[in-house]
Each structure stands twice: as C-alpha cells, then as structure tokens.
C-alpha cells in the first residue's frame, strides 16, 4: 500500500496559486487530507504557520527547524530552543494537525507518515519566524531599545522567557546620579565578600554580570571571562553563578571537562542551538589549548551538524562565555581572547573563611534578582542616556566593539580599573610566550646573531622547551622544535625577531637553519625624502639594528639574502 492516497493529482487551486484548502476539525485544529507528497507537504506546512501565529512556538534558527520547549527543574520552569528531530516533529504534527485519509467509507483519522516529517523538515526554507535566542531578564536590543515583554519579540528575534515572581522597577530613561550611585551599592553588595586581586578584577566582574543585558549592541565576538584563584574554595564558582543569576536565574549551559576537542564541539553546539545566554567552562586545570574553543569565542555564527536532525545549522554565537580554574595556563590564542577575574584570599584555607555580609549568597541573589536586573538596566541606561560613548582608552584585539560598549557603561558609572591588566595577565597566563622569551634570550647569550642549525639549538630547547621538543630520538627532537621555530617566525621575543637563515658547515654546503635579528622601535629617520612619493617620513617602524644604512642598503639585502634557499628546503626541519 502506497503512503498516500491520491486524490486530486493536479491539484487546481495550487497550480492556480491559490492557498491549500485547510478545513479546521471540531476541536479548532486545522484539518490536512493526505495526498500526494508535494501537495500535502505544502498543506501541512501551511497548517503549522497558522497554528504559529499570533503566539509563535515554531521557529526557524541557523537553518534548522526549532521549537520553544518548556523546562521543569527544581528551581522552577524555563523555556529552551530545541532543534526539531523527526520524532520531536511528528509528536507536534500529531498534535496540532487532524490528518484524515479518504478511504471508500470516507476520509478516517491518520497518522502523518514519516515520508512527510522528512520532506517537511528537509525543506530549504521556511515562512517561520527567525529565532535569535531566547532571553530571561529584560534586555536591550542592537538599537538599544529595553525589551520588557514575555514572549516573542519580532525586532530582534529573542524569546523573552520572563519570570512573572520577579519584580523590576520601573527603568528611567534618564537616570540621575544618586540613581546610578545607588545602582552600584545594589552591585557592591552582593561582590563584598570576594576577594579581588586587583581593582580591574572587579570592574571586569560588574561587566560580565552586564554583558548579557546588552549583547545585542555588541556587534561580533566577545572575549572569556576567566575566574581564577590560587586555590580551590576561594569563590570563584560561586561568583560565576552569582554574576550570572541577574540574567539568567539558575541553570546557566555548563560544560565539564572534555576528553578531547570532539566533545568540546559537541556541547558546545549543543549549548548554543539551546540558546543560552551564558555558557560556563568548570574547573578547568592545567593548560587549557583548544582551537575549538578559539573558534567558538571569536565565530559571530557558529556552524556545526546538530545531533539528532541530520542538519548543518549556523548558529548565531550571542553567549557570554565563563571559565573558572585555579591558575590555568592558556595557549596564547586564548590568552588573548581572555579578560581575568581573579580572586585571591591570601589565605592557606580560603574555604574556612567565616563572617561572610551574605553567608547563602547565592540564595540572597535569587531572593532580590529583581534589585539587582533593576541596578543593572540603571547602570546600561545612563551610558544610553548620554548617547552610548564608546570606551577608546582600553582596547581588547579583535574585541574592539566589546570594550567600546562595556567598557563606556563602566566609565558612564566611574567604575575604574577596565582591561587595566593586559600586560601582567598575558604575562603571566601565556606560559607559551614566557618559556619561549626565556629560550630566545639564552639563544641570543649563547649564540648571538649568528645563523644556527636546530641541532645546535637543541640542548637549550631540552632545558627551556621541554614540552615543545618532547623525548624521543635527536632527530624527532629536532623536528618537533623546527616546526615550531616555522609556527613563530618572524615572531619577537624579548626584543629579538625569530628569523629562517642558511648556515654553512665546514664544507662551504649550505642548510637551512635560523638565526636572531634584534628589534628596535625607533622612529626612520629621512624616509620622507624617498621620491616615490610614500608619505613615510614621520611613521614609526620596526627595523633591524644590521646595517640599515641611509635607506634599502645592506641590511635588506642581508635580511632577503637569508630567504633564498631557506624557502625551497624549509620543510627539512
């Protein structure tokens, strides 16, 4: 027996571009005849965008059909964006639709064929509307325009799932300052008790608390807040729970540790397709190097196959990301993606500490959520009130709209101490950077500038770069630092650039190798009068302290001498 009953192969009123023919059974559900595939599944499609409207549960987000699902946990109900699976999408048709079959008795209740679910969620596109995400706390827009009202919101595409138990305030359009003054005794009530190392640790946590409030203004990427702490009962857990409860309630994504980079991509689609404002990275140890997690951070859209749907879906990356660790390493790609919140008791046993302002803080929190999304919109409010200046004195690479937004909010609020510890906090996280200036600098003491082949440097690299150059045979050894030497040419450490060079054994036979040219930022002098016209004279270069001469003299010539015959063997070594 064939799937479908054919009843009208040409179907009239579609080929004359009428809409399909839907009657609405007794109980209000629309009413779909099975008939032909390409027929029924435009009636069925047609019958979903009624039921969709004017209280929308079905959406389409990064290309993958999805559906606003309610959540209960013991901390009460929260609505979730999950991507429709064949079973999730016949359960819904076969709720929402009274499919009938004409039989010679006439047309008989039916179940809609799995042919159908599949055509249906195989289509290339959708009259559904566009899901951003799915908000829990009044949010602002890409236009700075307050959402307040549950449901869907068709501007910016977001789910507004507001909790009607808490209770905010009226938000002024022009906040004066006694409100804002107030605003940041409402915030600094609640951070008392943590230990921050520095002032700029602090500032950062008011912006991670903020951050989910306006990530619609925030255009592209925006970086990991790290917390951090020397041991374990510090706080740092309970401070990323706590600033995320304004915005989130409880149960924000969590990601355990991974075993490896497949997992990571996993849950963090998983994550995201759901999403979640905030996505947490716990207890992390060690050295954290994940170009996963690197791509995560910096991707506006993040495409991946959704487990389940059979589907590439390009996800919109709107999540504040938090890690928390005790003196984790970072490679240098997520140094630099990384903004620090570090706590420090100072203490052998920060978990004995007593005489807490809030000993159940994290309860406190959930008890007065509504003073603290209140304070929160205040502090946002001011620096839209004063036309939303952006911060320019501190600037995050690749981060830039990030800082201009979160960093003019805490300046509007004189929140002092925002990205004021760039310097010590590279220095001190990216372990990779550190043990190479170390290398480099023995390198320059031992051999100076002149040309070496990485054999000759592998007994420094034994010493100094034991996790780069690992165990084994001289010769794996060599070529495990080679290609590393290849990963940072032309990088500068210490104020010396790694560079490829040719060395020259007794034999006058040339081989590849590499050599340190020292860096200075020195102003040119008299590159103006050139001739060509370049406008050069008054910029600031780095250049090479070998016989640059009075223009392109010998030390060019040096500098693309030692390219030739690197290049056509730099895969030696």
């Known amino acids: ?18 809409p399909p023919e839907i009657r609405d059974d007794e109980d209000g559900r629309p009413a779909v005849t099975l008939d032909l595939l ?47 699976t ?7 048709l076969s709720d929402r639709i009274d499919f009938r079959k004409e039989t010679h008795d006439g047309p008989r209740p039916a179940d809609p064929p799995m042919k159908l679910v599949r055509n249906v969620l195989a289509r290339p596109e959708w009259s559904f509307p566009v899901l951003a995400g799915v908000a829990r706390t009044p949010t602002y827009d890409r236009k700075g325009r307050l959402i307040q009202s549950p449901g869907y919101d068709p501007v910016s595409g977001l789910w507004m799932d507001l909790d009607p138990s808490v209770t905010i305030p009226d938000v002024p359009d022009h906040p004066s300052t006694s409100e804002v003054t107030s605003a940041k005794k409402v915030i600094d009530d609640v951070l008392a008790d943590f230990p921050f190392a520095r002032e700029s640790d602090r500032a950062h946590a008011i912006a991670a608390m903020l951050q989910p409030f306006v990530r619609e203004m925030i255009t592209g990427a925006t970086p990991i807040f790290l917390f ?32 490896d980079e497949e997992e990571i991509r996993k849950r963090i689609t998983a994550l995201l397709a759901g999403g979640n404002s905030v996505v947490r990275l ?64 100072r203490v052998e046993s920060p978990e004995t500490r007593t005489g807490f302002r809030h000993p159940a803080l994290e309860s406190y929190v959930v008890d007065h959520r509504g003073s603290l999304i209140y304070a929160c919109l205040v502090l946002i409010q001011k620096w839209i009130a004063q036309g939303c200046p952006p911060c320019r004195d501190r600037v995050l690479g690749s981060f830039e709209k990030w800082g201009e937004v979160l960093g003019g909010i805490l300046a509007c609020a004189e929140i002092p101490g925002f990205l004021d510890d760039r310097e010590e906090f590279s220095r001190n996280a990216d372990t990779d950077t550190d043990g190479w200036r170390t290398f480099v600098n023995a390198w320059a003491d031992t051999y100076g500038m002149l040309p070496q082949h990485v054999s000759d440097l592998i007994p420094l690299a034994d010493e100094l770069l034991p996790s780069v150059v690992g165990d084994g045979t001289d010769r794996s050894r060599a070529t495990r630092l080679g290609n590393a030497l290849k990963r940072n040419r032309d990088r500068i450490f210490a104020g010396y650039q790694i560079h490829p060079a040719e060395v020259t054994d007794g034999k006058t036979r040339r081989r590849p190798g590499w050599c340190l040219r020292k860096i200075l930022e020195t102003p040119l002098q008299g590159m103006g009068g050139m001739g060509n016209g370049s406008g050069l004279g008054s910029q600031t270069f780095p250049y090479l302290d070998q016989g640059m001469g009075n223009g392109f003299g010998t030390g060019f010539s040096n500098f693309q001498d030692n390219e030739k015959g690197h290049e056509k063997q730099e895969d030696e070594h």
């Open 1 to 18: 027996m064939p799937d479908f009953t054919i009843i009208d192969p040409e179907d009239a009123r579609l080929e004359a571009g009428e």
């Open 38 to 84: 390409a027929a029924t599944t435009r009636r069925t499609i047609d019958a979903l965008v009624r039921t969709n409207d004017p209280n929308p549960w079905l959406f389409e987000r990064g290309g993958v059909l999805t559906r606003i699902r309610r959540e209960r946990t013991i901390h009460g109900e929260a609505r979730t964006a999950e991507p429709l």
């Open 86 to 92: 064949p079973d999730a999408l016949l359960g819904e």
């Open 228 to 259: 951090e702490a020397p041991t374990a009962g510090t706080g740092k857990g309970l401070l990323s729970e706590v600033l995320s409860i304004p915005a989130c309630g409880r149960g924000t994504g969590f990601i355990p540790p991974a075993r």
């Open 282 to 345: 716990d207890n992390l140890e060690g050295k954290l190097a994940s170009p996963v997690l690197c791509a995560a951070i910096t991707a506006p859209v993040w495409t991946d196959r959704i487990l389940g749907v059979s589907r590439t879906a390009s996800i919109p990356n709107r999540a504040t990301w938090f890690i928390t660790a005790n003196n984790l390493s970072l490679s240098r790609d997520l140094v630099r993606r990384s903004v620090r919140i570090r706590l420090d008791a």
